[in-house]
């Protein structure tokens, strides 16, 4: 959910009172949004959840949150949200909000078996929280920023989907039924797809002057695409190692990729403040 701060970020216009205020009320509702989603799904797939080596000890799975108030703690979060929305927000993030749950949910009850579509909603989430950072402060959003979104979720999706073939080889029909009819070889496809069109889709807005020169100390913008790449690599390791499951994890827990990741945010930084 903190992706609801990248296309301000992008902009420049981040760290002021009203796009602060603004994000926090956004971050909570997508918040809110996402855990009505995750409440019932959990409480759809609790007895395949039980099968799962990690998703056994989700509180639904494991027994610790009945099924009934799952599903009752989904519905009123399901509610809540867009009809806060409506009130504090303006249309267009509150119409945003209304179909991230419609998708999602159709998601939780019928896409996620449907080959290829089930990639795409997952990764339409991802997208849908960056698209609304940028529709709660009126910024525009450039096709790069989202070309390099919607392939960056895609990529981390397949990896994610791809480990869990890896690692429930033979069993994962008793997880997700869909993993059986994908093959770990197409997976490997879309994610080593995914990863090349986000790089490609950076580097074009990275190069992408527009007639204006830099007059910062360094090109940082164009610098940046060495770090972009090199994370992208790193995440690749994991990924073809079949141990992106968790992307969080991934991010979260090794060292290289989250130096890699402040480098990088520091040349974005840098570019964008013209340093």
């Not at 909570?28 to 995750?38: D, E, G, I, S, W």
């Not at 039980?50 to 494991?62: E, G, I, L, S, Y």
């Not at 994610?160 to 008793?174: F, H, I, M, P, T």
């Not at 989250?258 to 403040?273: E, K, S």
């Amino acid at each position: 959910n903190v992706l609801v701060a990248a296309a301000p970020a992008a902009a420049g216009v981040l760290f002021t009172a009203h796009a602060l205020t603004r994000l926090a009320l956004v971050f909570v509702l997508f918040t809110a949004c996402a855990a009505a989603v995750y409440l019932v799904n959990d409480a759809r797939d609790a007895e395949a959840d039980r099968a799962h080596p990690v998703k056994c000890r989700r509180p639904v799975a494991a027994g610790q949150v009945p099924v009934p108030a799952a599903y009752a703690a989904g519905i009123t979060l399901g509610v809540l949200a867009p009809a806060a929305a409506a009130l504090l927000c303006p249309p267009a993030l509150a119409a945003l909000l209304a179909g991230y749950l419609v998708l999602q949910l159709a998601y939780c009850v019928s896409l996620k078996h449907v080959l290829v579509i089930d990639l795409a909603v997952v990764t339409s989430g991802f997208v849908m929280r960056a698209v609304a950072g940028g529709l709660a402060l009126g910024i525009p959003l450039s096709r790069w920023f989202l070309i390099t979104t919607g392939f960056g979720a895609l990529f981390m999706v397949a990896a994610k989907r791809y480990s869990e073939a890896v690692q429930l080889a033979g069993n994962g029909g008793a997880t997700r039924a869909l993993l059986t009819e994908y093959t770990t070889g197409y997976l490997r496809f879309v994610w080593q797809l995914a990863a090349g069109v986000a790089v490609l889709g950076y580097c074009l807005w990275a190069l992408e002057e527009g007639g204006v020169p830099h007059t910062s100390v360094l090109p940082w913008r164009q610098l940046s695409v060495v770090a972009f790449v090199l994370a992208v690599l790193r995440y690749a390791v994991f990924a073809d190692r079949g141990t992106a499951g968790e992307p969080e994890d991934v991010v979260l827990g090794d060292r290289a990729l989250a130096l890699i990741g402040l480098v990088w945010a520091a040349m974005y930084a840098a570019a964008v403040a013209d340093w």
